[in-house]
């Protein structure tokens, strides 16, 4: 941060004597540290994200609009920049920062902190740092056009509309019925002893999102066996290529689908809709989804365990 190069630059004797005191340079204004997310933003699990947004805000790095909700935990905004290229803003969701130092430069921003990640190609992101080592995702991708199309701008312009919303105190909040997936953490319905049958996780403790709405057990590696477990909103699951089939489970009408139609690609999900999310008039509803990794198997395999975890969970759901 700026404040911390500049006291670098005092005499060895005056940063002893700062440290020891707890003052700041002279002119240097302190800033005190975040407050934590669940502080500001209250129920991190009714949190409605597209109250931190907003299209009109936007206009100055492209003309927005919303965009499907594929999630309870982040709003989507398509921005459409001034050279014709389209970005994906999304806005919303919480992650526990790693320990260690920041992937990034990290900047004040009012009360809150922005960290300024290095971009990659297609993409560019500004979390935005609580004190209790919860971050808010802010990022922009690019869908079509220029790779240098300007994303760090888009995504700078959405983490500075957040903040300002967060510390305002104007986030805003769903109102779930008792029965809400919203409501339920993943990782207390799918049961851990049932994962450890799975191959390699045997030992794999669940893994909680901040908002809990997610939960997984095993690594974030490619090579490493995994599950997900989301409560998540959207569209009604569907058959979208022929590696997917529609069938009941457990007396709930389930989608199961090798991810992304490749029955060599060992990544399988099982969706579930559960009640109306939202606007009744939208068709919108509430989705429980695993998704399971077995490295070394085919998708075939990955939704066989799908299908399995799927019997074994969607009994203790809520009814649909």
Same mark, same amino acid.
């Given at each position: 941060m ?14 002893? &004597?700062?440290?020891?005191?707890? $003052?700041?340079?002279? +002119? ?21 994200? $597209?109250?931190? *947004? ?36 999304s806005? +919303?969701e ?9 992937? +990034?430069?990290?900047? #004040?921003?009012? *009360? &809150? ?23 808010m ?15 760090c ?5 959405? @983490?500075?509309? %957040? ?31 049932v ?6 996780l ?11 709405? #997610? $939960?997984?057990?095993?690594? &974030? ?6 599950? #997900?477990?989301?409560h ?5 699951? *569907?058959? &979208?290529?022929? @590696? ?17 139609g ?12 559960h ?7 939208? =068709? #919108?509803?509430?989705? %429980?989804?695993?998704v399971v ?5 085919? =998708? ?5 365990y799908?299908? =399995? ?12």
């Amino acid at each position: 941060m700026p404040k911390r190069v500049r006291l670098l630059r005092l005499p060895l004797v005056l940063v002893w &004597l700062l440290a020891v005191v707890g $003052c700041t340079p002279p +002119g240097e204004k302190a800033v005190a540290e975040p407050a934590g997310a669940a502080e500001m933003l209250g129920d991190l699990r009714t949190v409605d994200p $597209c109250t931190l *947004t907003d299209p009109a805000a936007l206009a100055h790095v492209g003309a927005a609009r919303p965009a499907a909700t594929v999630s309870l935990d982040y709003c989507l905004l398509h921005v459409e920049l001034p050279d014709g290229s389209l970005a994906q803003l999304s806005v +919303g969701e919480l992650e526990r920062v790693p320990p260690g130092p920041p992937s +990034g430069p990290v900047r #004040q921003l009012g *009360t &809150l902190r922005v960290r300024h990640d290095a971009p990659i190609p297609g993409h560019c992101a500004r979390p935005l740092l609580f004190g209790d080592g919860i971050a808010m995702n802010v990022s922009a991708d690019l869908l079509s056009g220029d790779p240098g199309a300007g994303l760090c701008g888009v995504a700078q312009a959405g @983490a500075e509309i %957040a903040a300002e919303v967060v510390q305002r105190g104007e986030v805003g909040h769903h109102r779930f019925p008792a029965d809400s997936l919203a409501l339920i953490d993943p990782c207390a319905v799918l049961d851990t002893a049932v994962v450890a049958q799975m191959p390699g996780l045997a030992d794999a403790e669940p893994v909680s999102a901040p908002a809990r709405h #997610q $939960c997984r057990w095993g690594e &974030l590696a490619a090579d490493a066996p995994r599950i #997900q477990y989301s409560h998540t909103a959207g569209a009604p699951p *569907t058959v &979208l290529h022929g @590696a997917a089939v529609e069938e009941m489970i457990a007396g709930r009408r389930t989608v199961l689908s090798v991810v992304g139609g490749d029955p060599s690609v060992p990544l399988c999900s099982a969706e579930t809709a559960h009640r109306p999310f939202g606007d009744p008039a939208s =068709g #919108q509803v509430e989705v %429980a989804m695993l998704v399971v990794a077995v490295p070394g198997e085919t =998708g075939i395999d990955a939704c066989e365990y799908a299908r =399995g975890l799927a019997a074994a969970t969607w009994p203790r759901l809520p009814a649909a």
